[in-house]
């Protein structure tokens, strides 16, 4: 990992170089690719460890021919992860695992990655089907709906000059006009170069055990907006931590390992996924929809560099609050400036 030496160096790691906003459009143009790779192998009978497979080796393989000769470090940031109906997030199965996809799961997919340490992560929601233009009706249409209009509420707050804290009550009255719930402990993250997690955060759905610092958005800034809702109460349990297939290394923690082979994997983690991400559950007949995606905080407005089209929707909910719906009506970005000329025109004849 690179040592910041200098506020000259940090200044070379934010949007206003033009060299960062390339290497994050690049690492998206990847997660893109290999999320759009996903929801087409999202079939009845696909066994998801090979969909999780598929989608890493693509994300491998696309990092691996950017920035070719150029000592950089990239990888997977987020190991793909395929969450199946009441499964909140973050199950990545390990080979020997025989899950299949059935008709009617409801699938969130969660990756990303990087490129000299500049994330890039998506995660999307969708429903199995033989027929993917069929729409998607009942509870998991309410629930992908709301997730996806509680992402594009968020990415109107989330704008430099707003507060955090202006950002939960809205996603809560999204999510009460469609019947869900916001699931506890999730958190929108800033992101800076090789930290996932950074500073600056949001939490969905705020409550007495869980609270963060207000902050507010300033222009340079990357965001990982992520929403996840339920049709259930929101409080999700890890079933068996023994099941634990994602993890991340803990920085701020030093090692003192005796075993020889312990050593040697520590040292191929803080290799390859030195500070990313390398589950989850609500009860059973809860449905979950997780969107989430990297939104840049350009001069110009707010910039979403990853996303996928989501499934035919019929739903027969939807937000009825008039100013979230002139807030959802707003654009992601900045009205232009007009020009001084146009201000000192003389006024036309009569």
Known sequence: MSEYGSDHELQEET??????????KAASKIVNGALAAVIEACKPGAKVVEICEKADSLMNEGVGKEFKGKEIEKGIAVPTCISVN????????????????????LVKIDLGCHIDGYIAQAAHSLVVASDPAAPVTGRAADAIACAQTCFDAAARLIRPGKK?????????????????NLVD??????????????????????????????????????????????TGEGKPKVLDEKETTVYKRAMEVQYQLK??????????????????????????????????????LMPSGSDRITSAPLQPLQSDKSVEDEEIKALLATSLKNKKKKKKADKEAAPAQA
């Open 86 to 105: 009441n499964c909140v997030g973050h199950y990545s199965p390990l080979h020997d695992n025989t899950a299949e996809l059935k008709e009617g799961d």
């Open 164 to 180: 955090s804290g202006e950002v939960a009550p809205v996603l809560g009255k999204i999510a009460e006009a469609y019947g869900c």
């Open 15 to 24: 949007l206003s170089n033009p060299d960062v906003v390339t290497k994050y």
């Open 259 to 296: 075993m020889k082979a312990s050593r040697e994997l520590l040292s191929e983690v803080g290799k390859k996924y030195p500070t990313m991400l390398f589950s989850l559950r609500g009860k059973d007949g809860d449905v979950v929809a997780h969107i989430k995606g990297t939104v840049l």
């Open 185 to 230: 402990g999730v958190m929108t993250y800033e992101m800076t170069r090789f930290v996932i997690d950074a500073q600056k955060a949001v939490l969905q759905k705020p409550s007495p055990d869980m609270k963060v610092d207000e902050c507010e958005f300033e222009e340079g800034e990357v965001y990982a907006i992520d929403i996840i809702v339920t």
